[in-house]
């Protein structure tokens, strides 16, 4: 399975981006799909997560209520939606699709299948 992750880009202090993560050369079935974070010098951070097959979404507590994961099955693309959007929030973001228990979805070693990541700016 191959990840490609789209969506990002510069945007003002409150606004909104929406992240693609496409898989190409098989499905998404089976799989939870993570959204993760890195800024330079950083550890990458857990951003949001869900298996493909449906149940609770999984979100950073940092960024409840700031996000919306959803499903194209069609198009096997998941996206994530991000609003009121913070400088903080500046950081390359990946997804990436694996096979985590419950009690592991939110740790980056659980997945891996990764896109090659998409930069999101907030800054004015």
């Known amino acids: 399975v191959q990840l490609q992750a789209s969506g990002g880009g510069l945007v003002q202090p409150g606004g909104s981006l929406r992240l693609s993560c496409a898989a190409s050369?098989?499905?998404?079935?089976?799989?939870?799909i993570g959204w993760f974070r890195q800024t330079p010098g950083k550890e990458r951070e857990f951003v949001a997560a869900?298996?493909?097959?449906?149940?609770?979404?999984y979100y950073a507590d940092s960024l409840k209520g700031r996000l919306t994961i959803s499903k194209d099955r069609p198009k096997n693309t998941m996206y994530l939606q991000m609003n009121s959007l913070k400088p903080e929030d500046t950081a390359v973001y990946y997804c990436?699709?694996?096979?985590?228990?419950?009690?592991?979805?939110?740790?980056?070693?659980?997945?891996?299948?990764w896109g090659q990541g998409t930069q999101v700016t907030v800054s004015s």
């Open positions: 990436a699709a694996g096979r985590p228990i419950a009690s592991t979805m939110t740790h980056d070693r659980s997945y891996y299948y």
């Open positions: 050369g098989g499905s998404f079935s089976n799989y939870a």
């Open positions: 869900e298996r493909w097959s449906g149940g609770t979404p």
